[in-house]
Nanobody, 119 residues
Framework: QVQLVESGGGLVQAGGSLTLSCAAS????????MGWFRQAPGKEREFVAA????????YYAESVKGRFTISRDNAKNTVYLQMNSLIPKDAAVYYC????????????WGQGTQVTVSS
């Protein structure tokens, strides 16, 4: 089992920045590909960013490319999402997730952290 706890959400003005953190426990973190997802009210959960287990590759949704950066510190069992140039459409509950190597499905999810962007 993997336990994931997000933090860092809050209220920010449009154009501002925020960094989310996700602390993992329960498994060997360095073997887990990680991802960030978000869900806005009335909308389906959507992919935001992902990072490989060793941090060598990252992937982004088109809507956040160039503004968001995913990173990880395997020594601290933590994955981050640096969000810059925030816009109101970025407002959502952000979830971090982990999947097993070789699996395309994210099995483990955090409880989410709210990001609110004021215009």
């Amino acid at each position: 089992q993997v336990q994931l706890v997000e933090s860092g959400g809050g209220l920010v003005q449009a154009g501002g920045s925020l960094t989310l953190s996700c602390a993992a426990s329960g498994r060997t973190f360095s073997r887990l590909p990680m991802g960030w997802f978000r869900q806005a009210p009335g909308k389906e959960r959507e992919f935001v960013a992902a990072i490989t287990a060793d941090g060598s590759s990252t992937y982004y949704a088109e809507s956040v490319k160039g503004r968001f950066t995913i990173s990880r510190d395997n020594a601290k069992n933590t994955v981050y999402l640096q969000m810059n140039s925030l816009i109101p459409k970025d407002a959502a509950v952000y979830y971090c997730a982990a999947r097993e190597l070789g699996s395309m499905e994210y099995h483990y999810w955090g409880q989410g952290t709210q990001v609110t962007v004021s215009s």
